[in-house]
């Protein structure tokens, strides 16, 4: 029979990525938390943890059963709090990854007031562009613009009605000229972004017929997308980037949408996550507080008028 108290010892294991340090945190002798290990296995038919006097990591089976062991334990924390009354008293830690310049730069304000609404919740948060493989990585769920490639992930909308906008800082504009139609950016330093080492050099747009496709070129290529916008604030090239991402610089004046006529390509807001198990009340309670932020910023957007 599993135990829990067996299936936390390799969660934390896991995370940890050493078994003397999970015993450490569980205040477990080493001796203890080995044997819950020996025992899970045992239960389980398989080996879970390849580990040595110096070295750990999961084995293939290790890694398929981690999600779920996660998910159950998970489960049952909230199934606790329900029978105590407490159902929106949320606990844990949320493991989340983000893009870098949602991440940092609009983010990281409102996960501050989540754990102020929800102070018995910790947060572990990984900002990178790449999409993170919620399957081996240390993270329940991820934030994301576009669908997930991989159809077994599950995807809910956050903010469904985003798009890319075309901006630049006015002392850009004041050395360089505004660009007054698409074809125009031929003529200006495009910062372009990479995503899996391939260049977005084309950029969509709809002008409320048909859609229109500019090639775009520049001196500056970064595959950080905080890096491109830090590029645009100090003045050196347009910038084609989520709304979300540039709504704040926008209302404070340091950019300014260009060819406000044409809609930028969709750039939807998503909360990604493996399992349908991850769906509980802590998520549930952060979807809908990233919603109510991400919707005060698309109302000010120029597409929405």
Not at 148 to 161: F, G, H, Q, T, Y
Request: include cysteine; hydrophobic fraction near 45%; charge should be positive.
């Amino acid at each position: 029979m599993l135990r829990t108290d067996d299936l936390q010892v390799f969660a934390l294991t896991a995370e940890l990525g050493s078994l003397s340090a999970a015993a450490r945190r569980l205040e477990l002798s080493p001796a203890v938390a080995s044997a819950a290990l020996k025992r899970l296995e045992a239960v389980l038919g398989c080996r879970l943890l390849v580990r040595s006097t110096r070295s750990l990591r999961l084995t293939g089976e290790g890694e398929q059963y981690l999600p779920h062991a996660r998910s159950a334990l998970q489960s049952l924390r909230e199934g606790q709090q329900l029978l105590a009354g407490g159902k929106a008293t949320i606990s844990g830690q949320l493991q989340l990854t983000a893009p870098s310049d949602f991440g940092r730069n609009v983010l990281l304000p409102w996960l501050d007031e989540f754990q102020l609404q929800h102070s018995q919740i910790s947060l572990r948060l990984l900002l990178a562009d790449r999409n993170a493989d919620l399957f081996r990585q240390p993270v329940d769920i991820a934030l994301r613009y576009g669908l997930p490639e991989d159809s077994s992930l599950v995807a809910l909308p956050v903010a469904a009605a985003n798009r890319r906008v075309l901006c630049a800082a006015s002392d850009y504009l004041a050395r360089h000229g505004t660009p007054q139609r698409l074809g125009d950016l031929a003529e200006h330093n495009c910062l372009r972004f990479t995503l899996a080492g391939r260049v977005h050099g084309r950029w969509r747009f709809h002008d409320g017929r048909r859609e229109q496709i500019q090639q775009v070129a520049g001196d500056r290529v970064s595959d950080d997308a905080d890096v491109v916008r830090r590029w645009a604030l100090a003045g050196r090239g347009l910038v084609y980037k989520s709304w979300l991402d540039v709504a704040q610089d926008v209302q404070a004046g340091r950019l300014t949408v260009l060819l406000p006529d044409l809609l930028g390509e969709p750039a939807p807001l998503n909360l990604i996550c493996a399992h349908r198990a991850h769906l509980g009340e802590t998520l549930r309670l952060l979807r809908e507080h990233l919603i109510e932020r991400c919707q005060s910023l698309l109302e000010q957007a120029p597409f929405a008028h």
